[in-house]
Nanobody
């Protein structure tokens, strides 16, 4: 059974940082790229970042470039999203996805102004 579990969300002031984790089980993570998405209340789910299976390719939404960094540790079957210089508009539920369209349950990030 494949499972993706996000963690690390919380409440932070604008300008602060958080590191999200996406821990996987039942999946050989090293075979797959991983993407982060986010969904704010009343809005569609938007792409945030992607990392290739080997970790040598990454890409980001324009809105987070230069502030967010995606990384992975295949030995730990975990992908990370380091979020710096957070803004109130980053407030959303953050989801990771990998494999054959498997998704986690999401973790809430709230940035106060």
């Amino acid at each position: 059974q494949v499972e993706l579990v996000e963690s690390g969300g919380g409440l932070v002031q604008a300008g602060g940082s958080l590191r999200l984790s996406c821990a996987t089980s039942g999946l050989t993570l090293s075979r797959y790229s991983v993407r982060w998405f986010r969904q704010a209340p009343g809005k569609q789910r938007d792409f945030v970042a992607i990392i290739s299976s080997s970790g040598d390719y990454t890409d980001y939404a324009d809105s987070v470039k230069g502030r967010f960094t995606i990384s992975r540790d295949n030995a730990k079957n975990t992908v990370y999203l380091q979020m710096n210089s957070l803004k109130p508009e980053d407030t959303a539920v953050y989801y990771c996805t990998s494999g054959n369209n498997y998704w986690g349950q999401g973790t809430q990030v709230t940035v106060s102004s």
